[in-house]
């Protein structure tokens, strides 16, 4: 893995679910080549993983504060985490 790979995930508190936000997340991700995956959590939150291109990840990340158009997201949890070289993105 390059020096430039970063890992991320993150905790996207709101309204997250039921907005279409883990597949917006995916579309994202793959249009920025960053893998990674989105879960729904049973509090109501999404857990977001990313990893890829240094900046094509912070750019992500940016995204996710904001969300699609019906999210309204009010907190993210940012956490760093080694890369494990994963790939592609899977929506759970």
Do not use: K
């Not at 430039?4 to 997340?25: D, N, P």
């Not at 990313?50 to 940016?62: H, K, P």
């Amino acid at each position: 893995m390059p020096d430039s790979t970063l890992r991320r995930r993150l905790v996207v508190r709101g309204r997250v679910q039921g907005v279409f936000f883990r597949a917006s997340c995916r579309e994202e991700a793959i249009t920025r080549g960053v893998a990674g995956s989105a879960d729904n959590l049973h509090d109501g939150s999404v857990e977001v993983v990313l990893e890829g291109e240094r900046r094509a990840v912070e750019e992500l990340v940016a995204w996710v504060r904001t969300g699609p158009p019906q999210a309204e997201v009010s907190d993210v949890d940012v956490y760093e985490e080694p890369p494990q070289g994963m790939s592609g993105f899977t929506v759970y």
